[in-house]
């Protein structure tokens, strides 16, 4: 079985839309999926919308944090959470595409994590050219101050498996923002993991606002790198 982590603030008008293409790709590749969608108790009433949308299905869950934020902390909820033993992470607003799950599952069956990429040929953004080139140039100094040879950090569409993440510390990695993706695979390639990127295109999110404070987590992201370098973790 699959599991696909959907971590959730304020996504209530494109989410739904996401989670049935999710079913409708899982289902056609003929793969046993759950969806755990793990919301931040959004004030939009992303949870109970979905709770409604999806009553008749049980391969939907709604998780709902309380008194609790942060993309990090979700998706280690949701990997704490999730049944299957393969898992998908990925954005709920639709900028990852769900059409890429069937390949990224096979490939994790070879690979210790498989990462949705937009710096590898045939990966792209369509959102904005100014996000490209800024995580682009971010994924260089990534690349100059930790050695890791991995062209997108920051994508955060990720396949791995149960088994492979239960070896990760969960405390020293799923912690803050976007920023958790490179202490994931920055521990995962210093313990002798393989990664692979599959080429993906962003796509448009399906409605709702932006989360990342680009100017504001630029120097989280950058703290998170350092800190990484002289720490290790
Ligand atoms: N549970 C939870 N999810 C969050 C939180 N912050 C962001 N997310 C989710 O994390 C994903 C990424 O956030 P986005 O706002 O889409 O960030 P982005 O993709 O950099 O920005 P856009 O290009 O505008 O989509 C989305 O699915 C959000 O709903 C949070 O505090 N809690
Ligand atoms: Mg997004």
Not at 78 to 104: F, K, W, Y
Request: proline fraction near 3%.
């Amino acid at each position: 079985m699959i599991s696909v982590v959907l971590p959730t603030y304020n996504e209530r008008e494109g989410v739904a839309e996401l989670v049935t293409e999710v079913l409708a790709v899982t289902r056609g590749a003929g793969l046993d999926a759950e969806v755990l969608v793990v919301d931040d108790d959004s004030p939009d009433g992303t949870a109970a919308h979905l709770a409604v949308v999806f009553q008749t299905d049980p391969a939907v869950r709604v998780h709902v944090r309380r008194g609790e934020r942060g993309l990090a902390g979700a998706i280690r909820r949701g990997i704490q959470e999730a049944r299957g033993d393969s898992l998908v992470v990925m954005d709920s607003d639709g900028n990852h595409d769900p059409t890429l799950i069937p390949l990224m599952v096979r490939c994790a069956e070879d690979f210790d994590v498989v990462v949705g990429s937009r710096y590898v040929l045939g990966g792209g953004m369509l959102t904005s050219g100014f996000r490209y080139w800024a995580s682009y140039a971010f994924n260089i100094l990534i690349r100059v101050v930790l050695g890791l040879r991995i062209h997108d950090n920051l994508s955060g569409y990720l396949v791995f498996r149960r088994a492979f993440v239960d070896r990760i510390e969960p405390e020293a990695v799923f912690y803050g923002y976007g920023d958790y993706a490179i202490r994931f695979l920055y521990q995962t390639v210093r313990g002798g993991g393989r990664v692979l990127e599959i080429p993906t295109v962003y796509r448009f999110r399906k409605g709702g606002e932006s989360k990342t404070r680009f100017f504001a987590y630029f120097w989280t992201y950058l703290a998170s790198v350092f800190r990484l370098r002289l720490t290790g973790r």
